[in-house]
């Protein structure tokens, strides 16, 4: 039973954390302080329940169910399997990170760092939640609560064009919150139709509405999927992952794109493909059109941004494409290798988040075209951009790698032509990714940014480049303790996660196998295998 | 205490029915009426100075009188569910105080206490009800500072409430036609009485009182047409004159129809809700409140009350009419809502939205669909009070501030104010943890349940678009500068924050604990 001791834990420390910090309006550098001793011991609480987790135990783990509205047949039921494990695992990871490295984040005026840390912490305990949940009702509550912080913390702490951005955040997620609420009243009622009365239970719904016939499961399926291909983001709903990653604040943007986007993903693993599995195989090939256009589309438009946080969502679009390449071929590696990738994107394109951060910290410009030749003046910077960017296009010996990998190989079995397109977004990786750091980090010192911190093109002074990266070395300084003890952590699991994924697959495959037999798919027989 | 009405024919006959009534069922009707008319009096003879005080006290004792009353007969050892004012030798009750009236009961008293504190609060500008002296000669007509304070409100009001009561529990459309009349009169009055921009509130009365005398003479024609078709007014006769006879439809369907216009005219559904952003933004808002909250709750009773116990069986020939107006509504509401500036009018086309969403439930014909409309109404009833509540704090010197616009940066002067609208207005919007989301999720489980689940897709669409106008005020609230000459947030009177406290912890307590309200709503049925 300590176990669901452990999960609930994992609720409401965070929950308790946002309460208190909330009160510490007077003195910013006490709630930053405590904000992170609550993410830190919310870690530790994470990996006492990957401790406690058993890979090889039943398919729901952890879990406790309380009563909440007997009429609908609602329970405040959470559990975790090994895909909820891991990416709570990457919240837990990631939080302490995002609090460390918005430390010294410049708030606009007469905001507290109290309400900015305290959105963070309501923010993961809703995330951990939406992870946790099994039932489907309580799933769906968190999916919409956790828009609220999120659209404070865009709408209040973020860029020059945040209100449009948080709206448009809003609304996007609002519609397909709706359209999935039709569909989650929708398996309550066919499963009351079948039951006698109806439940929002999660196994009992796989259980039941799997056996409903085929056009039923199709129209449940949309509405489900609409929600999550908006989250996650697919193409052509992908359109507000550009605004509101380029206006929110870098830590806000990290847990945008590194965990609060995984809900659409890990929505299609969890909830269409188990309780619709006639509808998933019938509507697989649409989806998969979908995924490698994003693979494709996300990666052009990465290669064509100027901005660089508008460069990393689009880069998201573009994994966010091979995650759901993995989801719908149907293949235990290919699955496998999806919810791997959900985890590597959160560290890897976290990273890059935090780096580009740290430039424009330095720079005061989101704008390639504004920077050059930054490598000169901070050389450990350009370092981690290249870890982050390798990271990013998926480099063997990078974490990116095992995963990218074990969907492609394990795709390409059962949809050979969408494997092979989707590998051209590789290359892609490739380009735009070396092609930004070349840009901002390589040649001689150059863009209004950098210059303009030296006194502009026009100023007196040595015009050799020496004199000027002389003069700047003062003012543009290389990453601090705080930036470096940031980053670290990253670094360590980029690197670990690229060469030993076994201890996360480990826990990750049992989960999927399990989607899988409910789906009825079994893996076709591999040659060499 | 189950009155046996199975009288013999004999007394049927007699030349005077001597109507069984059960007093205990019927109380708080009883109660209400009785201190109404009490509150004529004291208007009447008490000395002008001490009237206010006598007249707040008589009116918010009266709602917790009827509503103790009610939880007396609700927990007695009587039957429960079955009493009302029954004519010998009629096996339904006149006036019928089963379930549902008792659970609309109790959310109509609860209601109007809310409003009847707002109404009382004048620590505000004084009140905002206008003194019927009229202007001194060479005066300003339109904005005038009257000396003294207006009582008359809460005699009206009380009338007002007690044809509610009545209107959603009548069995008999003659009885209901009455009570419409008692409900009506009384609000068109109110409307009129607000103490700053004259003109707007007096238009607003006008309106008001013509198109609802059309409303009602729609309602009349109805009923006289059904009266032909069935040879009775009682509900239960009509249903039975629908089961299964050679009758001239004709009648029927033009006599539904009518009726249904009247009713549906007073739950400002779409197409039917013309009056509705006039009146609501022209009336004081205090009487505003009490209109939004407790008349929908009124209207939806007798909506629910006809359609169940008459036209069930009718059902499959009227129902595609009513999606229709029930997708009107919902989009006259969400669509229109977008482009208002002005808060009131804004909650206005809000409110026609919600009564599409609300007929959604009414149309779907079950019990689950008869409790999910009223948990619904409950839920709603409390958060629109409380939205009104705030907007009557935001001022500047021409009293409200209701342009939106006026509205930007109210975080950064009274977050206070901003965190409890923005929360109502998420409720609105139907976000879950508030009682908005719970309403929805009832309403339209029901309606999917009944198979209408294309009708529930375009609900969740229009409610996507709402939510964008509810949206625009917390962004502005929250994220825009505040203007220079902006309004001043008022220091809430004691009874105004009693009010909103009712209806925001209402919204939440119903948002993340419903479970004992969805019981009270689904106790049982209409009796027939």
């Not at chain 1, 998933?280 to 996300?298: D, F, K, Q, T």
């Not at chain 1, 543009?476 to 201890?503: H, K, N, T, W």
């Amino acid at each position: 039973m300590s176990g669901s001791v452990l999960l609930l834990a994992l609720l409401f420390l965070p929950l308790l954390g946002a309460l208190v910090v909330a009160f510490l309006r007077s003195d910013d550098r006490v709630a930053k302080g405590v904000a992170l001793g609550f993410s830190i011991a919310e870690l530790a609480l994470v990996i006492a329940a990957w401790a406690a987790y058993d890979p090889a135990g039943d398919r729901i783990q952890l879990s406790s169910s309380a009563e909440w509205i007997p009429q609908f047949g609602v329970h405040f039921a959470v559990g975790v399997d090994g895909i909820a494990l891991v990416m709570i695992a990457l919240i837990g990871i990631l939080v302490p990170i995002v609090i460390g490295g918005s430390w010294n984040d410049r708030l606009p005026e007469e905001r507290t760092a109290a309400g900015f840390y305290s959105l963070i912490l309501l923010m993961q305990a809703l995330m951990v939640g939406v992870f946790a949940a099994t039932d489907v009702l309580l799933f769906y509550v968190l999916f919409e609560a956790v828009l609220v912080p999120m659209y404070f913390l865009i709408g209040r702490f973020g860029g020059a064009r945040r209100q449009y951005a948080a709206v448009k955040f809003f609304l996007y997620s609002l519609l397909g919150g709706l359209i999935m609420l039709a569909s989650v009243i929708g398996v309550y009622v066919v499963s009351g139709n079948q039951l006698g009365s109806g439940t929002f239970d999660w196994e009992t719904l796989v259980a039941t509405v799997s056996t409903a016939d085929t056009s039923t499961q199709i129209w449940l399926f949309l509405g489900f999927f609409i929600a999550f291909a908006i989250k996650a983001p697919l193409v052509p709903l992908h359109t507000w992952l550009p605004d509101a990653g380029a206006e929110a604040p870098i830590g806000v943007g990290v847990l945008l794109v590194g965990v609060l986007d995984k809900i659409g993903t890990y929505g299609f693993l969890r909830y269409c493909l188990p309780m619709f599995p006639d509808a998933s195989r019938e509507l697989a090939p649409l989806v998969l059109v979908l995924a490698v256009a994003g693979v494709i589309y996300g990666a052009l438009l990465a290669v064509g941004q100027d901005d660089m946080k508008r460069f990393v969502s689009y880069t998201s679009v573009a994994h966010f494409g091979f995650i759901a390449l993995g989801v719908f071929a149907f293949t235990s590696q290919a699955q496998a290798g999806a919810v791997l990738y959900m985890v590597n994107h959160g560290i890897a394109t976290g990273m890059l988040f935090l780096v580009v951060g740290m430039v424009i910290a330095r720079g005061g410009s989101r704008n390639i075209s504004d920077y050059g030749g930054l490598a000169k003046l901070t050389p450990v910077l350009a370092g981690m951009f290249v870890v982050a960017g390798l990271a990013s296009l998926a480099l063997p010996g990078t974490n990116s790698f095992v995963s990218e990998f074990l969907v492609l190989i394990g795709a390409f079995p059962t949809q050979p032509v969408f494997t092979v397109i989707a590998a051209v977004g590789m290359i892609l990786a490739a380009l735009y990714v070396l092609w930004v750091y070349q840009r901002v980090m390589q040649g001689p010192l150059r863009g209004n940014a950098v210059l303009g911190l030296a006194g502009g093109p026009g100023a007196a002074g040595d015009p050799s480049s020496e004199g000027l990266a002389a003069r700047l070395a003062s003012k543009v300084p290389d990453l601090s303790r705080r930036e470096l003890a940031v980053l670290a952590p990253l670094v360590a699991l980029v690197l670990f996660l690229g060469v030993y994924p076994q201890p996360v697959l480990d826990v990750i495959t049992p989960s999927v196998d399990a989607t899988l037999t409910e789906l009825g798919v079994t893996d076709p027989v591999q040659e060499g295998n | 205490m189950f009155q046996a009405t199975l009288g013999s024919q004999d007394v049927a006959q007699s030349a005077v029915n001597i109507p069984e009534i059960d007093w205990q069922a019927i109380s708080p009707v009883v109660v209400v009426f009785v201190a109404a008319c009490l509150s004529v009096l004291v208007e009447a003879f008490l000395p002008r100075e001490r009237r206010w005080s006598v007249q707040v006290t008589l009116s918010l004792l009266t709602v917790v009188v009827a509503g103790l009353a009610l939880g007396l007969y609700v927990n007695s050892d009587a039957v429960v569910g079955t009493g009302g004012i029954t004519v010998a030798g009629q096996a339904v009750p006149l006036f019928s105080a089963d379930y549902p009236a008792l659970f609309l009961w109790g959310t109509l008293l609860a209601l109007s206490f809310g409003a009847l504190l707002l109404i009382a609060d004048r620590s505000v500008d004084g009140g905002a009800f206008a003194s019927p002296v009229p202007p001194a000669p060479g005066g300003d007509p339109v904005q005038y500072q009257a000396p003294g304070r207006q009582t008359e409100v809460f005699p009206l009001a009380l009338f007002a409430l007690g044809g509610m009561m009545v209107f959603l529990a009548a069995n008999d459309l003659l009885t209901m036609f009455v009570a419409l009349e008692v409900l009506s009169l009384p609000l068109y009055l109110m409307c009129g009485l607000a103490r700053r921009r004259r003109l707007i509130s007096q238009e607003s009365a006008v309106k008001y009182f013509l198109l609802g005398a059309f409303s009602s003479a729609f309602f009349l024609y109805g009923l006289a047409l059904l009266y032909g078709y069935a040879g009775s007014v009682r509900l239960v006769d009509i249903a039975a004159a629908t089961a299964g006879t050679d009758r001239p439809e004709t009648l029927l369907y033009a006599g539904f129809g009518l009726l249904v216009v009247g009713l549906l005219f007073k739950a400002s559904i779409g197409p039917f809700h013309a009056w509705t952003p006039d009146v609501y933004q022209g009336a004081p808002t205090p009487v505003t409140a009490f209109m939004a909250a407790c008349t929908k709750v009124a209207a939806f009773g007798a909506i629910l009350r006809v359609l169940t116990l008459a036209f069930e069986a009718s059902s499959w020939e009227w129902r595609g009419v009513l999606w229709a107006v029930a997708i009107v509504s919902m989009l006259i509401g969400a669509v229109l809502g977008l482009t208002q500036t002005d808060m009131k009018r804004m909650i206005a086309y809000s409110s026609i939205a919600h009564a599409g969403f609300l007929l959604v439930g009414a149309i779907a014909m079950t019990e689950d669909g008869l409790s999910g409309t009223m948990f619904y109404l409950l839920a709603y009833g409390f958060t629109t009070l409380a939205a009104f509540g705030i907007i009557t704090l935001v001022r500047d010197g021409n009293g409200e501030a209701t342009h939106l616009s006026q509205w930007a940066g109210l975080a950064k002067r009274s977050p206070l104010v901003a965190v409890t609208f923005a929360f109502l207005l998420l409720a609105l919007a139907g976000i879950p943890m508030t009682s908005g989301f719970m309403g929805k999720l009832a309403v339209f489980s029901a309606a999917i349940a009944d198979g209408m689940a294309p009708l529930v897709v375009v609900a969740l669409l229009a409610s996507a678009i709402a939510a964008f106008f509810y949206l625009r005020v917390i962004v502005l609230m929250y994220f825009s500068e505040p203007a220079q000459d902006g309004p001043t947030v008022s220091v809430p009177g004691a009874f105004t924050t009693a009010a909103i406290t009712l209806g925001v912890v209402v919204t939440l307590l119903l948002g993340v604990l419903p479970a004992f309200a969805l019981d009270w709503a689904s106790v049982g049925g209409f009796v027939s």
